[in-house]
């Protein structure tokens, strides 16, 4: 059954063919994008879709998040609107008093913000045994580096509350001392979280079908599973091979805790999809988040004395795991937002680029994920690498205030440098890391047009790019990071078919609107998967 698509503005993203009247699907692809008048006389007997003066573009693709991870979190407590600590027990209480949790639950909190919360600190574990000293409690914070536990959930997990974590994390850090207060930081509340969702009884099939519908209802067709472990691959494998997956899955697995292990185990998946899941290589996490004052950085923080923060792994563990994908024909993520981070992962992958023998090697696409405080000469190298800036543009608007705090005028005004990297030719993509913020594509393109933080001031305008490159930057751009640009991306004939009907068209709209576009349709190789009713 063949579908012809016309009346309204087609956005191509292929120059030869914008301004096209028409597109036509068969068997999932698109067949055809041109003029009305051929595609009716290249057509037989389709299903006519007039599109009513609204905008048919490609499907946004997830350039980096964590899809299990909003899985988990759509049986967890959010607490993005939390602006206190009483909002934080007041929700955390309200789930136990709704969901009835045994002593043996662990009841999981998503996405506190300490910037914006009225005490402007992380909560403590004083706070949550408000909650209850029984049941084990977690609360992740919204960059998901740090986190607070309650005694219980202590107890589980066995950390000695008086001491550093050994490879740089923090335990129980409160303005530079150590107390035992239930927070835990970067390695530290990685551990305790591992430990903590092995005790977790969810229910993997409505998780992974409400992270889905919460991707397809925004656009989105194709999306990364960031730091996967061997129990997620082995979830979603089984997902999979239930046909369960109505969108693309690329996972990549954690360098540190699987890698080669997964690769070797599930090489029917590496680089090549089995029911709509690949992995698509490995991902190396280097340090925190600027936000919350752990990206490691060059300079210190401003009114910091000289604290810099601080990276996860040393030197030469970046060498030999940057050494072993390049060898192993792997691209690789790396999660940098300091400079001093950025720094890290360039030199060491150009010194394993410089020693490795795979004949390959200088086509593996390295990502650095998230860019914030990326230099202009960091930039340049990695021009010279081929190496692809993924950046986390909702900064501006999400963190941005706080940056400038934190980071002083100069560098705070130029995170998420996508007019830097844009004029060196660097092929941009644009990520919301969620569970962090929101899948919102449409938001990401605001905020790299618009770089207004949510007191209302612009960040650093000259880093704003406009409309198109935005565009570009969550469709063929992220296409082209998972070396997907020849089959989905833009809209063109022998292109998968995944499509997204918007009720304005994001090229004409006033810039300040693109976030209030509104998602009407999302399409999957020609068949819908969403639609607004």
């Known amino acids: 059954m063949q579908k012809l698509y016309y009346g309204g503005s087609i956005i191509t993203l292929e120059e030869e063919n914008e301004g096209a ?47 299990t991870w909003v899985a988990k979190s759509a049986q967890g407590v959010s607490l993005q609107d939390a602006e206190s600590f009483s909002d934080i027990v007041e929700l955390l209480t309200k789930y136990i008093s709704e969901n009835k949790p045994t002593k043996e639950s662990v009841i999981f909190g998503y996405c506190y913000d300490n910037t914006v919360l009225k005490e402007k600190k992380h909560p403590t574990k004083n706070i949550l045994n408000q909650v209850s000293t029984e049941i084990p409690i977690y609360i992740n914070h919204v960059s998901m580096h740090m986190g607070c536990a309650n005694d219980a959930a202590l107890a589980i997990c066995g950390i000695d509350q008086t001491t550093p974590d050994p490879q740089g994390g923090m335990i129980g850090r409160v303005e530079g001392t150590l107390e035992p207060n239930g927070y835990l930081e970067e390695i530290a509340s990685m551990q ?8 977790i009884k969810i229910d993997p099939f409505f998780a992974l079908t409400k992270a889905q519908e919460i991707y397809s209802e925004n656009g989105i067709t194709t999306v990364q599973d960031g730091a996967s472990n061997d129990q997620i691959i082995n979830l979603l494998k089984n997902f999979s091979s239930n046909n369960l997956l109505k969108i693309d899955v690329v996972a990549y697995p954690l360098i540190k805790d699987s890698f080669p292990e997964i690769i070797k185990q599930n090489p029917e998946y590496v680089h090549k999809y089995k029911n709509r899941l690949r992995i698509g290589g490995c991902k190396l996490m280097l340090d925190g988040s600027p936000q919350a004052k752990t990206a490691w950085l060059t300079k210190p923080y401003e009114n910091s004395g000289d604290y810099c923060a601080y990276p996860i792994l040393k030197d030469e563990e970046v060498f030999e795991y940057t050494k072993a994908t390049i060898d ?45 405080t990326v230099r202009d000469d960091q930039l340049d190298e990695m021009v010279k690498l081929q190496m692809l800036p993924s950046i986390f543009v909702g900064h501006t608007y999400y963190w941005g205030d706080v940056h400038m705090e934190n980071l002083g005028i100069e560098r705070g005004r130029r995170i998420s ?28 393109m605001w905020c790299a047009v618009n770089r207004i933080s949510r007191s209302g001031k612009v960040i650093g305008p000259e880093q704003c790019i406009d409309v198109y490159d935005a565009l570009k930057a969550v469709t063929i751009n992220a296409a082209f990071a998972y070396f997907e640009e020849s089959i989905k991306g833009s809209l063109k004939a022998g292109k998968l078919a995944d499509l997204v009907i918007l009720d304005k068209n994001p090229l004409t709209v006033d810039k300040m609107e693109i976030k209030d576009i509104r998602v009407l349709e999302t399409i999957k190789e020609g068949n819908t998967i969403w639609k607004l009713v």
Do not use: W
């Open 417 to 444: 440098p996508a007019k830097s990297a844009l004029d060196r030719g660097l092929c941009i993509n644009l990520h919301q890391d969620s569970p962090v913020t929101k899948p919102l594509m449409l938001h990401s």
């Open 21 to 67: 009247e028409a597109l036509l699907v068969e068997n999932g692809l698109i067949k055809y994008v041109g003029p009305l008048e051929t595609a009716i006389e290249m057509s037989k007997d389709p299903e006519k879709i007039c599109l009513n003066g609204r905008t048919l573009i490609p499907a946004f693709i997830d350039a980096h998040s964590h899809f």
């Open 192 to 199: 305790a979280l591992a430990k903590l969702t092995s005790e």
């Open 328 to 372: 192993e024909n792997l691209q690789v993520l790396a999660h940098c937002n300091g400079d001093a981070t950025s720094d890290q992962f360039i030199s060491n992958y150009k010194k394993a680029l410089m020693q490795s023998n795979n004949p390959n090697k200088e086509n593996l696409r390295p990502v650095m994920i998230h860019c914030q």
